[in-house]
């Protein structure tokens, strides 16, 4: 089991900044992947859930949308067991939940999220 911990969401104007932390315990020998995914209420089934970054642990290869190129941008920190998102540039259409997620062996695991949201 590995559990993940969010934090650094809240209010920001457009065109400001965040920067979300997750940090992983448990069984994190095993991890090998941590990200973030992000959700809107309202969005359609089966599409609840966007990919945003994701990073390979062991080799910091990341991954990121299209949608957040260029202003987002995915760390971690292996000693910490910490997954970073800094957003900047950020715009209303940003604003949602979002969620940390680990893959560690079989397992798919998911923080409790937190909220983003980016209103002037």
């Known amino acids: 089991q590995v559990h993940l911990v969010e934090s650094g969401g809240g209010l920001v104007h457009p065109g400001g900044s965040l920067r979300l932390s997750c940090a992983a315990s448990g069984d994190t020998a095993n991890l090998y992947r941590l990200g973030w995914y992000r959700q809107t209420p309202g969005k359609e089934r089966g599409k609840e859930r966007e990919?945003?970054?994701?990073?390979?642990?062991?080799?910091?290869?990341?991954h990121r949308s299209d949608s957040v190129e260029g202003r987002f941008t995915i760390s971690r920190d292996n000693a910490k067991n910490t997954v970073y998102l800094q957003m900047n540039s950020l715009k209303p259409e940003d604003t949602a939940i979002y969620f940390c997620n680990a893959r560690a062996g079989a397992g798919n695991y998911w923080g409790q999220g937190t909220q983003v949201t980016v209103s002037s």
């Open positions: 990919l945003v970054a994701v990073i390979t642990w062991s080799d910091g290869n990341t």
